[in-house]
């Protein structure tokens, strides 16, 4: 009875979770929360307009040619087992080919890894970041980069995003060594083309940025998910030197260009050092990605139907 009497008193007590209550949700999330406060419905429901979040057209963009999307996927027995830690052989070759085809690259499977969209892969190579490597970021960059170092306790320190460097800082900016002591190696992360300026390293720009990217000391993220809203698309990795020696990673997904944000598929490109360290983590913290999603991707990037989906999304946009 005196047990009995001591859990209903400890039932009275207020609650108090084991989890972190420092855990806020992506800003964006917030105006959505608001919202569907204020409405009673969320953002992109049927007579709204979703203005101030990412919301990508999933329908076929017909009036330019655009390709049909795909309305299924076989599923075999063999889908059904658990998925490799690094992602479908096959959908890593089809990537693989794309890249080559598209952008002159030498790209092998081994240097894509697939994740559940573009979040999990940063926060892949946020998590595991060597201590003495600071990320250098813009103000004006995606809210989510900053929620991710901060889970993550990542060094960064801004560059900045101002009206007197046209919201696009130099390439230099990102790897200013001032008052940084020999130890300290620098990786900025920057999305290109740029959410949400829209702002786009391309050509020379580009190019000179993937050389100091490529030098001792130096790396960087790359985020491409808006790669084919460039005229022409692009890439950083028609640029890239030698890949298993550097740490360039480059971020893509199929949310953007290939319209399909709810299958939840992205990859990440880097060296195949870099790549195992990631497969390794997938092994015991994610399991990998789902077979049917995966097999969908491939169905995307079928060569042909990839070529119209980049004609059609740089002639809508």
């Excluded at 390709?67 to 599923?75: A, D, F, G, R």
Aim: proline share 8%; net charge neutral; aromatic share 12%.
């Amino acid at each position: 009875m005196a047990l009995l009497r001591s859990l209903r008193r400890c039932s009275q007590l207020p609650f108090k979770s084991f989890l972190s209550d420092e855990v806020p949700p992506m800003g964006i999330y917030e105006t959505l929360y608001a919202f569907k406060d204020s409405f009673g419905r969320f953002m992109g429901e049927q007579g709204t307009h979703p203005w101030s979040q990412g919301f990508p057209l999933t329908t076929p963009l017909t009036k330019f040619g655009g390709p049909e999307l795909p309305s299924s996927v076989e599923v075999t027995w063999e889908d059904r087992f658990y998925p490799k830690a690094w992602g479908h052989p096959l959908l890593r070759q089809t990537i693989a080919d794309y890249y080559n085809e598209h952008y002159g690259s030498q790209l092998a499977p081994e240097n894509i890894m697939i994740f559940a969209g573009g979040r999990p892969g940063i926060h892949a190579i946020l998590a595991f970041l060597n201590k003495h490597v600071q990320v250098r970021i813009s103000n004006t960059e995606w809210p989510a980069y900053l929620d991710i170092m901060t889970a993550a306790g990542t060094d960064w320190t801004v560059v900045p995003c101002t009206r007197e460097n046209g919201f696009h800082p130099p390439n230099a900016a990102y790897f200013d060594r001032s008052n940084l002591n020999a130890k300290t190696h620098l990786m900025p992360i920057i999305s290109n083309p740029g959410n949400p300026t829209g702002h786009t390293r391309f050509g020379p720009e580009l190019e000179e940025l993937v050389e100091i990217a490529e030098q001792p000391k130096n790396g960087i993220l790359l985020d491409e998910a808006y790669e084919m809203f460039h005229s022409p698309a692009v890439s950083a990795i028609q640029y890239v030197k030698d890949l298993d020696r550097s740490n360039v990673f480059l971020l893509g997904a199929c949310t953007k260009g290939l319209q399909c944000p709810g299958i939840r598929i992205g990859w990440v490109i880097a060296s195949r050092q870099n790549i195992e360290t990631m497969q390794n983590f997938s092994s015991f913290g994610m399991g990998g990605v789902s077979h049917p999603s995966q097999l969908y991707a491939v169905k995307l990037f079928e060569p042909d139907r990839a070529r119209k989906a980049r004609a059609a999304v740089e002639q809508h946009y």
